[in-house]
Nanobody, 114 residues
Framework: QVQLVESGGGLVQPGGSLRLSCAAS????????MSWYRQAPGKERELVAS????????TYADSVKGRFTISRDNAKSTVYLQMNSLKPEDTAVYFC???????WGQGTQVTVSS
């Protein structure tokens, strides 16, 4: 059974940082590219960042480029999202997803507010 468990969200002030984690199980993690998505209230879910299976290549949405960093640890079956210089518009529920799979985790809430 595929499981994706996101954690690390919380309330942070503008300009602050958070590190999200997504622990995966039930499939061969090291063979799948992974992505982070987010969904703000009243908006569609959007792709934030992706990383290839070995971690050699990453891509980012323009809105987070230069502020967010996606990484992975295949030995731990975990993908991370380091978020710096957070803005109120980054407020959303953040989800991870494995390429080629339809499973979603429960997400982790990130709220950026003073």
């Amino acid at each position: 059974q595929v499981q994706l468990v996101e954690s690390g969200g919380g309330l942070v002030q503008p300009g602050g940082s958070l590190r999200l984690s997504c622990a995966a199980s039930g499939f061969t993690f090291s063979r799948n590219a992974m992505s982070w998505y987010r969904q703000a209230p009243g908006k569609e879910r959007e792709l934030v960042a992706s990383i290839t299976s070995a971690g050699g290549s990453t891509t980012y949405a323009d809105s987070v480029k230069g502020r967010f960093t996606i990484s992975r640890d295949n030995a731990k079956s975990t993908v991370y999202l380091q978020m710096n210089s957070l803005k109120p518009e980054d407020t959303a529920v953040y989800f991870c997803k494995a390429a080629g799979r339809t499973n979603w985790g429960q997400g982790t809430q990130v709220t950026v507010s003073s």
